[in-house]
């Protein structure tokens, strides 16, 4: 268990990003999306200063930009609101010359509340995304619990966390099974029998919580998770870690005086 | 098609998004406790692999139509199996871990996402079946059409709960009828699908173990212990 379990979004460095406790790096993420939420969204160039402040740190956790652009594209369904924006908005219209005489008429405001939802998604995105990348699993389940998150809500994060690729993979195990015995996963029709396979599978999930309760009872369990680590947080590595932070303040405080 | 269950950062502006999240912290403070009551020293293993079994679900994926397909949100799946409060708990830590691990939804966008899927969405799913017992208990058809309302009421509503955010704090400039009919036309689409998979769910797992259905249990009578009868009968 201890060794092995990433996810897929990890990746695997020694860098001092890598190294700085989850919790540092949890909180730091945190207060960055903050101070990108607050940023007036006139100031356009503050957000280009968050995306240099966000490849300072991709440069200090040696991530390739490109490795994080491919993933971005994890963003594309939430902003499906965004494209409508400048069509359905309302108020003075802005006029975009297309080919020949086609004129394409958007909404200024609309416009605007498009680019807003654009950019502090995006940052968004990459920031979570560079947290994910520089954090195991088990590191974020101890960060958690050292920013003292109710015990019972990490200790179901841990269970789940650790049982999860084996329900997924028994989840594919059920679906080949089905497959070999003749079944013919196409379009709508597959529903029923998948679905069927769902209900199985939660049979499985729930059957094996029960073992894994009675398992975990006759080594000991008594209602609470043994602490992962006995390292300490120092203030040096939260200075460290809240340093972008620091700059991103700068940048929203920078934002809301001049728009 | 995820939107109302992932909301990017700068959706709605900051003090809404900091009012969710309150909202949704004492919502999972109130859920952890009752939760702890449903299972008793069973709820974290229980509530671990129940959440386990949602995440799996939602990597499963559905075709809608040719090209497009969609996974499960599980929300009416897990409120008619494992109660309201475990199934809010199991599908809030869902979406914080996606939030942490996978980059799905914002980090600031956590408190609405939360308030609209785990505590809307589980709730009205719930309280929907709820009125519905009567049906459910009937008979193996009742109980069908009972997870159908109760999946489909489960998306429309959390879409809704999304609606009233952008309404209080929208940061973009739509107009409010507009994104209503938009959200609730399509949420009204992907909740038949979520219907359908919910329904034929609950059926599969109601015809091998109706005892693990939560909406079918009936609070029967007290255990009778009665010990010392026994060890008096024998001695």
Known sequence: ?259 | MVLAMHMSDGLVNPPTALAFGAIAVIGLAVASSRARRDLDDRTAPMAGLVTAFVFAVQMINFPILPGASGHLLGGAIVAMLVGPWVGSMCIAIVLVVQALLFADGGLTALGTSIVNMALVGVFVGYAVAFALRGLARRSRRGLIITAFVAGLVNVVVASLGFVLQYAIGGAGGADIGTVLTLMVGLHTLIGIGEGIITAATVGAIAASRPDLVYLLRRPGPPLDVRGRAVSGSTS
């Open chain 1, 1 to 259: 268990m201890s060794a092995g379990h990433s996810h897929p979004l990890y990746l695997h460095g020694s860098s001092p990003v890598h190294r700085l406790p989850a919790e540092v790096k949890i909180v730091a993420a945190f207060l960055g999306v903050v101070c990108v939420v607050v940023t007036p969204r006139e100031a356009f160039a503050v957000f280009g200063g968050y995306l240099l402040l966000l490849a300072a740190v991709w440069a200090v956790a040696r991530i390739p930009p490109g490795w994080i652009a491919a993933r971005s594209l994890i963003e594309a369904p939430f902003v499906v609101l965004a494209v409508l924006l400048p069509f359905t908005g309302e108020g003075p219209m802005v006029e975009w010359p297309l080919l020949g005489d086609t004129v394409l008429t958007l909404s200024e405001p609309g416009l605007l509340g498009a680019w807003n939802i654009l950019v502090k998604g995006t940052l968004g995105v990459l920031t979570s995304l560079t947290l994910a990348a520089t954090t195991p699993l088990r590191d974020l389940l101890l960060g958690l619990q050292r920013l003292r998150a109710p015990s019972l809500v990490v200790t179901i994060a841990t269970l789940m966390l650790r049982y999860v690729d084996v329900i997924a993979a028994e989840a594919r195990r059920m679906r080949l099974a089905r497959i070999s015995r003749g079944h013919d996963p196409r379009f709508l029709w597959q529903a029923g029998a998948t679905a069927r396979g769902v209900g199985a599978l939660f049979i499985r999930s729930y059957e094996r919580g029960e073992r894994v309760h009675l398992a975990m009872l006759s080594r000991g369990w008594a209602g609470e998770m043994p602490r992962l680590s006995d390292a300490v947080t120092t203030r040096r590595q939260w200075a460290a870690g809240l340093c972008p932070v620091a700059v991103a303040l700068a940048l929203a405080v920078t934002g809301l005086v001049t728009a």
